[in-house]
């Protein structure tokens, strides 16, 4: 799930100490190479689900091929994601992962475990914790929409308050590894000051990107 890198349209709490324009080429480097990364993933079909709808075009310019391309729908992310979901099942799809377009690039056992988990043939959720209390990847073998009903966004127990549903609903769920997205000034000097050659490697466009900004 993505939006168009545009100035004044994401992640405009990173502004400042970055101006409108380097925060929306800060994001789409980090969208290019959560997209690279995601292109190593065998035996999936890949979608990038875009807003505003206006967007398809440029979207496809940075996903190219490997992907197919889908405009969101929802006055919310509840909605957004409910939509997003029943829209690849009608598809054909089965075990569907949905992940942010704001987040260092994903090692690949992480998806690895989310599809793996999805594989059992009972109903199942898979959520990835985010360090704000969220979640930055959700997945599900079974359509869940109470799930999104009247939920509440962008605060630190979105993740608390999903997980208490689930288990209202008596629906099974996992957790995978922690990751976090990169919202707030911190974020950014966190990922800055990360040391890990392999996440290094698979971020080469934001890096260079933020060697250039000091």
Excluded: C
């Excluded at 990173?14 to 980090?30: I, K, M, R, S």
């Excluded at 391309?69 to 919310?76: P, R």
């Excluded at 869940?144 to 630190?156: E, I, K, R």
């Excluded at 707030?184 to 000097?189: A, E, I, K, V």
């Amino acid at each position: 799930m993505a939006k168009a890198p545009v100035a004044g349209w994401v992640k405009t709490r990173l502004v400042p100490p970055l101006t409108h324009e380097q925060a929306a080429d800060f994001y789409g480097a980090l969208l290019a190479d959560q997209l690279e990364q995601l292109k190593n993933i065998d035996g999936v079909a890949r979608y990038l689900a875009y807003t505003p709808n206006d967007a398809a075009v440029s979207m496809r310019e940075l996903g190219g091929d490997a992907y197919a391309y889908i405009a969101q729908s929802g006055e919310d992310l509840g909605q957004r994601m409910d939509q997003l979901f029943a829209d690849l099942w009608h598809l054909g799809q089965r075990n569907v992962v949905l992940i942010g377009s704001d987040l260092p690039a994903l090692p690949m056992a992480i998806l690895d475990e989310a599809f793996a988990q999805l594989s059992s043939a009972a109903h199942r959720v898979v959520l990835g914790p985010s360090r704000d209390g969220g979640y930055y990847l959700i997945g599900m073998n079974r359509p869940t929409p109470a799930l999104f009903a009247n939920m509440t966004w962008s605060h630190g127990e979105v993740l608390a308050e999903t997980t208490a549903r689930l288990r209202r609903l008596g629906v099974p769920f996992a957790l995978l590894p922690s990751w976090f997205d990169i919202d707030t000034p911190d974020d950014l000097q966190r990922l800055r000051g990360l040391d890990d050659p392999a996440l290094r490697r698979r971020m080469p466009r934001t890096f260079a990107y933020l060697a250039t900004i000091g």
